[in-house]
């Protein structure tokens, strides 16, 4: 596969969902490979229509088209399985350090079968810093949490033999599903943009254009920062998860996800606003994995272990006691909880 067919692929599916005119592709292969020109691109574009790759159609004005993927044809997956591999390639030739990870990698999980693929998130920004994130998507199976917990084992392992940090979010097909259509900003829409299929792309990519046929997806190009959600945002959606702070006001704000939201409150360990959670886990439903991804990431499963184990006691919930025994997988210690205040405050929240 030529370059420009590689960088033109790889930019449009990172931005899946979007409606990308001429111009913007340009802008955006320019932004990332640093030079790009309205006519080569145009060129190629046409011969990719003509090979059935891409859709490129007049939008509703008729000024400009939009260009997307054309997931009916047969090979399209073929293709963005190949550019994965591309960039895994590109990304290990100049790391030949990593080699053991990924060999061992290979030994270690290649009999799971539940694995469907595994991809690394943001990868270049974070082996800057040291670490590894994943997004392990597993096959639906009735011992679930269990291939969760056993992978979350055989990872923190890998993590201190190679004195690499490493990070996994692991999810279902199910999860996927919900958070890639999800109208609330996640981890998951977030990673598309910045992803490596490193282990099984064509799986991967299969899976998205299930998805994709089924419901829209919107990808987000930049990664959340908890502490750096205002606290007009963060005021809304704690309203909008069941919370409300006596004397404060909101306004509508962007919708994240209830782990980002738990994650952010954490943070900023506010004694306060750390009554919040218990009460928007209790009213709310959540994702275990999700959120055991983001304890790990940003190092408050301490706090949040002891909220849960506190929580499970007044009120019992599959997703508590799930989001438990992975962090339990991790020998995650407890940071205990005041049990008097948190009934207190599910009592005047109605959430017992």
């Given at each position: 596969m030529d370059t420009p067919t590689i960088r033109i692929l790889d930019t449009i599916s990172?931005?899946?969902?979007?409606?990308?005119?001429?111009?913007q592709l340009t802008e955006r292969i320019k932004e990332h490979y640093g030079s790009a020109y309205y006519s080569n691109i145009y060129q190629k574009l046409q011969e990719l229509k003509e090979e059935g790759l891409l859709n490129v159609e007049p939008n509703l004005t008729g000024r400009s088209s939009n260009i997307k993927l054309n997931f009916e044809n047969y090979l399209l997956i073929d293709k963005l399985a190949e550019?994965?591999?591309?960039?895994?390639?590109?990304?290990?030739?100049?790391?030949?350090?990593?080699?053991?990870?990924?060999?061992?990698?290979?030994?270690t999980l290649t009999d799971k079968c539940s694995i469907k693929s595994i991809s690394s998130i943001n990868t270049l920004n974070n082996i800057k810093l040291n670490k590894i994130e994943f997004l392990f998507l597993l096959r639906e199976t009735s011992?679930?949490?269990?291939?969760?917990?056993?992978?979350?084992?055989?990872?923190?392992?890998?993590?201190?033999?190679?004195?690499?940090?490493?990070d996994n979010l692991i999810i279902d097909k199910h999860d996927f599903f919900d958070l890639l259509t999800s109208?609330?900003?996640?981890?998951?829409?977030?990673?598309?943009?910045?992803?490596?299929?490193?282990?099984?792309?064509?799986?991967?990519?299969?899976?998205?254009?299930e998805i994709y046929e089924k419901n829209p997806i919107r990808t987000i190009s930049s990664e959340t920062k908890p502490l750096n959600i205002s606290d007009s945002d963060l005021l809304f959606n704690l309203n909008r998860f069941g919370y409300s702070e006596f004397g404060a006001l909101f306004a509508q704000g962007k919708k994240y996800c209830i782990e980002y939201i738990i994650t952010t409150v954490l943070l900023a360990d506010d004694a306060r606003r750390m009554d919040a959670i218990p009460v928007i886990l209790a009213k709310n439903s959540f994702k275990s994995?999700?959120?055991?991804?983001?304890?790990?990431k940003?190092?408050?499963?301490?706090?949040?272990?002891?909220?849960?184990?506190?929580?499970?006691?007044?009120k019992a919930k599959p997703e508590i006691e799930k989001t438990i025994r992975i962090l339990q997988a991790f020998n995650q210690e407890e940071l205990p909880a005041d049990e008097a205040s948190i009934k207190r405050k599910l009592e005047i929240y109605d959430a017992l």
């Open positions: 990172s931005s899946i969902g979007d409606s990308l005119s001429i111009y550019i994965e591999i591309e960039k895994k390639m590109e990304f290990l030739s100049k790391r030949n350090n990593l080699f053991p990870l990924f060999t061992e990698i290979d030994k011992d679930y949490l269990n291939e969760t917990i056993g992978l979350c084992k055989d990872m923190l392992n890998l993590q201190s033999k190679h004195n690499l940090k490493i109208d609330e900003i996640n981890p998951v829409r977030e990673a598309l943009s910045k992803k490596i299929a490193l282990f099984y792309p064509q799986a991967f990519w299969r899976e998205i254009k994995n999700l959120l055991v991804f983001l304890s790990q940003y190092q408050t499963a301490a706090k949040l272990m002891g909220i849960l184990k506190i929580l499970q006691q007044i």
